[in-house]
């Protein structure tokens, strides 16, 4: 069971950090409360991941999880001879990564439906398809995630037919990679309450459709919501143990924090009761879904801030357009392969404003889903207004996922302060495609990691799982190679963009950690912070960058307990 931290020391983090010691100092008169039992971790390659980027080779932390000192393994030794030892025998030790934009929900409900992420054709998802259906009962929804058309032979949307064929009574129901379209059989779509035939579209979506105004089977953004809202509830049984291994996939690759975006007041209160039950092994910094009733229920009763220190809520996201994949996003001109087409706003973009203001207002920051660099500006835009008409707000607003840009927009990340919260697998998964979506000149300004880092501005980074594999050593190895696994391109898809090593561990880490308004707990290995860290089989800054993504995690640690070992 992992040891509940008192409200108490939660309040007192901040006072503790600002007092803390070097890490290489240790005051002699120092006193420990007695009760609290001390262990010791030496003979370690232990990067701090402060403001140097000290390495020590010793850290102590007592059963309430908060870390007293990191330093020289004898001294600690000498003046701690009480403290419970492990020897690491060199092994090496970073923080508990962060990953500042996923889905951990989301990763629990596609865990219980069938997996189709990698699938290279319309054939191999009905194999996978007809797997998962050998264990549903007659009647029930077949339901899956994962699917990318950009991966087949043919890189077009696919038809309902190709399901009909093969499941012409069982509703199905299949999301993109994305999340940002579906693709429904002819029974799925019978569910809707409306008939989607015509030539009308809903705001913020579209229906594709065929030459005789007939739904193909593929809803893009805003009109999934009408298969979607008829699909019936996963049992609570089946979400927690979904829920289960989605924990269990967080913490084997050495993840003790995720901010969580898009989640609701349910969500929010079955997480505080996993805490309660004490196997919820994580850290969730939580986003609303949307300005609706999540945003009333925070502005209010205020912020959550669990008083175990595992969860809070204090942030809105909000969406402005669609995904890349899916010429969903919201484009300046037109896709530059499919011409007619600049993507999809949401709504307007004074409706936008309003929900920006509400959340503003309300004290909270706000997170603007924005993939196009028209979703960016209305984005940027948008919080630049509420920002000047609202100063005391707290600030450290973010876009999530600021994936293309203009030149005159990248510099308003760092003058308005706002965090870019960016995904590097997103890079490495698209690269295949995205420049004949954009074209090269929009392209140089898409996946700016290194633009917006040399402007003044702080990046947070993720993976956006399940859209992307959950493991982050994949995401700094894209960071800092823009390469995808096999060492393609040989330097890197627009290697200007490249991150260094130590800014691609501190985007996980202590800037993901910034982001959730989180530095003075959690996010480096200094005294007075949390003991969340994990061990790792190889020497992460050090090893050839190919070894980067086959990084083990053989120990992950959450307030100084081993929630996880290999």
Known sequence: MIRKISLLLIVLLGVACKQKESITDIPATAVLPAELEQTLIHNANIYTIDGDFSVADAMLFDSSGEIIFVGNGEQLRQKHPDAKSIDLQGKTVIPGLIDSHAHLYGLALSLSQAQLQGTTSKQDVMRKLHEHAENLPPGDWLLGRGWDQNDWPVQAFPERAVLDKEFPDRPVWLRRIDGHAGWANSAALAMADQDLSGDWQPVGGK???????????????????????????????LFQTSLDLALRQMVSFGLTGVHDPGINRQTIELYQQRIKNGNFPVRVYAMTDGAGETLDWLCKNGAVNDASGQLFMRSVKLYIDGALGSRGAALLSDYSDDPGNSGLLFMQPETFQVQVDKAITCGFQVGVHAIGDKGNRVALDALEASINKHPDNPGRHRVEHAQTLTAEDIPRFAKLGIIAAMQPTHATSDMYWAEARLGPERTQYAYAWRSLLDSGARLALGSDFPVEEVNPMLGIYAAVTRQDSRG?????????????????????????????????????????????????????????????????????????ELVWEQ
């Open 488 to 560: 393609w391109p040989d330097v890197g898809w627009y290697p200007e963009q490249i991150l260094t090593r130590e800014e691609a561990v501190r985007g996980f880490t202590l800037d993901a950690a910034y982001a959730g308004f989180m530095e003075n707990m959690v996010g480096s290995l200094e005294p007075g912070k949390r003991a969340d860290f994990i061990v790792l089989d190889r020497d992460l800054m050090k090893v050839d960058v190919a070894e980067i993504p086959s990084t083990r995690v053989l120990q992950t640690w959450l307030d100084g």
């Open 207 to 237: 229906i594709h459709r065929d030459n005789n105004q007939q739904p193909t089977g593929v809803l893009v953004d805003g009109a999934m919501g009408l298969v979607q809202k008829t699909v019936p509830d996963i049992s609570p049984e």
